[in-house]
């Protein structure tokens, strides 16, 4: 990966942050810990990986990404304006009655979402059926889907992942936003998904361990996916929820709660103050 490429990404991931948390202070609701903990990944998908077109979001033979956690969505919708969707400005309207921002991904008003997701572990259902789906056409398109480690306490999860694995789907790409916190404190707390990778492997999958705030990881990661032939691939991504926020980073609190204009203020100036040292 060359330096403005580099540049290019770790931007990106800020503006993705600023954006989410712009959106949870407005909305006064939300779920900013997750969406921050995913800016990397999706910088990394929408900058470099997929073949999208923000001026033509339906374009038949697009890359598509499924928001499996879909909570996660002010990070999404950050992603989507940035990368051209639709207006920033609009992220302000986050939640609010009479926006087409709503608190899940809606692919019916929202431009660049592929599929409506909240309910947890449905996600990757759809995925796994736009990849078999790809695979019929006989198009070349690639699906990309992001779950959470709390979600893949799902069974709805290992059903879609035994089915991808019997299905030899290598046009899919399973990312784990492996965070270790979910709603209610720790995963091994709560019911643990542990050990992830070995279950992923298990089940079929090629599994790839990666920092998931490390582009070069990201990037080997991603490419070794695409190369592998005959297998769906899993990659698990080691991420710190509340990322890029001091006061946020792994506190499970800042789970489901957004700012209130003090912390909205401190947060915006950590998030700045990265933008200046990435320029």
């Known amino acids: 990966m060359d330096s403005a490429m580099k540049k290019t990404l770790k931007n990106a991931a ?4 600023m954006g989410a948390i712009e959106g949870t202070f407005n909305a006064k609701s939300g779920h900013p810990g997750g969406s921050l903990s995913i800016a990397e990944i999706l910088a990394y998908l929408y900058w470099k990986e997929m073949n999208i077109d923000p001026k033509d979001p339906k374009k038949e033979d697009r890359d598509r990404l499924v928001l499996s956690k879909g909570h996660a969505a002010p990070a999404l919708y950050s992603a989507l304006a940035y990368r051209g969707y639709f207006p920033v400005e609009d992220l302000k309207t986050l939640r ?3 926006s087409y921002l709503q608190g899940h991904p809606n692919m019916n008003y929202v431009p660049g979402v592929d599929m409506s997701t909240g309910s947890l572990g449905q996600g990757i259902s759809a995925a796994v059926g736009m990849a078999l789906g790809s695979k019929f056409s006989g198009d070349k398109f690639r699906v990309y889907t992001i779950l959470g480690d709390g979600e893949i306490e799902e069974g709805q999860v290992w059903e879609a992942a035994m089915f991808a694995a019997a299905k030899k789907l290598d046009n899919l790409c399973v990312i784990v936003d492996n965070n270790n916190l979910q709603i209610d404190g720790t995963v091994e707390e709560v019911n643990s998904p542990y050990p992830i990778d070995e279950k992923f492997s298990a089940f079929g999958f090629n ?5 998931g705030h490390c582009f070069k990881e990201l990037e080997e990661a991603f490419e070794n996916a695409k190369a592998c032939k005959g297998k769906p691939t899993a990659i698990i991504a080691k991420t710190v929820k509340g990322k890029g926020v001091s006061f946020m980073e792994n506190q499970v609190s800042w789970h489901g709660s957004a700012p209130n204009a003090e912390q909205y203020a401190q947060a915006m100036e950590e998030l700045k103050a990265q933008k200046a040292e990435v320029e």
């Open 207 to 211: 599994v790839i361990n990666v920092n």
């Open 96 to 98: 609010k009655s009479d």
């Open 14 to 17: 800020v503006d993705i942050r």
